[in-house]
Structure formats: C-alpha cells, structure tokens
C-alpha cells in the first residue's frame, strides 16, 4: 500500500510537470535561452513577455565578455539571445558566430536613435540591436575623498591605499591604465602595453580588490573611497548612497555599446527576434533603464525618464565629454597580450 502510494505520487508529480510546460492546446512551450550581464534586466518584463506570447525564458548570467565568448565558442551551449558589448560582436561577426537579423521582424526599432545605428563594429545593422549605451568612470565618495576628481592618476595616489576597488575586467583596467598614460585604449604597440603593466603592478598594492557586481555594495556601504565602474552601476549607487558622485576623467576613456544578437547557436531565430522587438517597445525600454540605470539609445524611452535622470550626465553625458571617449575595438590576435598582462598582474 506505501508502495502504491507513493507511485501515484510520482506519477501526479510527472504529470504536473508536464503540465506546467505546456500550453492550453497540450502543446510544449518554446523555451528561449537568453544570455545576459548579471543584474541587467527588470525581470518583470521577462514574467511580460513570458505571459505575453506563452513562451518560457530560460535565464543565464555572466560577468565578463571574455566569459560568454569562449562559453559560446566551446560550443556547449543553445542560447537564442546574447547581449555583448561591441568589440565582442565584431569579433562574433568576423568568425561567423551569429545570424543576421531581420529588421523587417523589428518594427519597433524605428524607437532606436539614429545615432546608435550604422556603428564601426555592425556598420549595416545587420546583427545586433543596441540594448545600452554608456561610459567607464571613476565613483568617489564625497566624504573621503574631498580633493578634485579628474584624473584617473588619483586611482595611483598612496594616500588611497586599500581604499581603491578596480574592475576584474582586463579589457577595463587596463583600457583605463592607458588612458590615464596618454595611449589609445585600443593599443597594439609593446611598450605602451608594458607601459601599462608596470603601472598596473605599481598600482595592485594600493588596490582594496577587483571586483565585479559587488562593488555596487562596497562603494554603497562605504567600504571603498573611489572606484572604476560603468556609469549606468553608478546612477545606481548614487541613487542608494547620496554621498557617491561620478566622473570621466579628462585624460578620457571608454564610451562602450551592449546590443541584443542572435548567435548561430540559436534554435529558435524567430522567437529570439520577436524578443528583440519586445525590447524595444518604448515603455519595456524605459522598464530596463529605469531599474537598471543604464542610458537607453531609445528615443522615446528616454522621455518617460524622470527629469533629473534625464539630464544627470553620469548617465546622458555632454558631447564635448564623450569626444574624450573611445570605443573598444576587437583587438583580434593582440588580445593575447593583454591577457598575458592581466594574468601577470592578478598573479603578483
């Protein structure tokens, strides 16, 4: 009789399952595979659009772009849906990793402004869709640190010792380190790369850690004086911690693009392009970077923002800031120096 019972158990509990996976006409639901940065997306609109069009979002998050990428050119994944920045879209459209999108299945991309569009790493917008637009800053806060803030060299000033959190990405750090030395962040030349190497060893005394998302509880909590982040975790921070503000230094730095594309892995092309013009549906837009902080390239969204979001320029900086700016280009086989540099420098 136990027996009995718990093989009616487990058969209710199989059939549920089932169930839960279908739809009213008993057929599976398609599930789409999306593969995302952490903690950059409002999840409401993912319960949206699952309700919306009965299709089941399965979720993935990584930290880097350097971790997507080689998770995507292992092969061992099925993801419909990635969102990387450009320098690693361009390196996906030279190897042939990803579908060319049908704008014709985007009608809402008409809401993408005209100058995100027609960009040096897709300049015929055939594979990506901009997502989020932004800048690599420093945040400081404001009761430790009460000189000016306008060089990336106070990020190698002793009196900030264990006080520094830099970001555990090599393309950032040291992307931030040749600025600050007068060099193209997209450099390709020995002596500036050593240049930067030395700097950063010079530097990894005084750093408090490399991190990624957990600077956000770190600079918020106090723990740190200053920090290198993305600008759309700093209107995030500023918005927790009054006493945090956030600069682009004038040496320059990195003006950077994430966009939605659809890798060559996906089974699903359709559905994945019906999410990308969900995406770009005006008030799912304004959902995203109203809780994510990040600049959105969609016109309309950007009117629904509050005013003072609007004309913060952490987040919608001025033009004569962002012509300082450059943006990350795919580094091809010299990206081995730089990873060689990174791991030489975490490993001292």
């Not at 009213?24 to 999840?43: A, F, H, M, P, S």
């Not at 995203?288 to 952490?314: C, F, H, Q, W």
Request: proline content about 4%.
């Amino acid at each position: 009789m136990k027996k009995s019972l718990k093989a009616i158990l487990a058969l209710t509990l199989a059939i549920s399952v089932v169930l839960s996976m279908t739809g009213c006409g008993g057929e599976q639901r398609t599930q789409l595979k999306v593969y995302n940065w952490g903690d950059y997306i409002d999840q409401s609109v993912i319960t949206e659009f699952e309700k919306r069009y009965n299709i089941d979002v399965i979720y993935d998050e990584f930290a880097t772009n350097e971790e997507m990428y080689a998770k995507i050119k292992a092969g061992a994944s099925d993801y419909d849906i990635l969102i990387p920045s450009e320098y690693t879209i361009k390196r996906m459209i030279d190897e042939d990793m990803l579908h060319k999108i049908d704008l014709n299945n985007i009608p809402n991309y008409k809401y993408i402004d005209d100058k995100f569009k027609n960009l040096a790493f897709d300049p015929s917008n055939e594979y990506s869709v901009p997502y989020t637009w932004g800048t690599v800053g420093i945040l400081y806060n404001k009761t430790m640190v009460k000189e000016p803030v306008n060089s990336w060299k106070i990020l190698w000033d002793e009196k900030y010792s264990k006080q520094i959190l830099m970001m555990d990405s090599l393309r950032d750090s040291i992307g931030i380190t040749l600025k600050m030395l007068g060099y193209s962040l997209n450099t390709k030349d020995d002596k500036e790369l050593n240049d930067a190497k030395e700097a950063l060893m010079k530097q990894k005394p005084l750093v408090l850690a490399y991190v990624g998302d957990e600077v956000k509880d770190k600079m918020i909590g106090g723990e740190a004086a200053l920090a290198v982040v993305w600008s759309g975790d700093a209107m995030y921070m500023k918005r927790e911690n009054p006493d945090l503000e956030y600069v682009v230094p004038k040496e320059g730095s990195n003006m950077w693009f994430d966009s939605v594309v659809i890798p060559k892995t996906s089974q699903h092309k359709k559905e994945a392009e019906l999410f990308i013009n969900f995406l770009c549906e005006p008030e799912i837009a304004y959902k995203i970077a109203n809780y994510i902080g990040y600049s959105t390239p969609n016109t309309e969204a950007v009117k629904m923002l509050p005013e003072e979001v609007r004309n913060d320029k952490t987040a919608y900086p001025p033009d004569e800031e962002l012509a300082r700016c450059e943006v990350f280009e795919d580094l091809a086989d010299s990206l081995v120096k730089y990873d060689r540099i990174w791991t030489e420098v975490k490993a001292q």
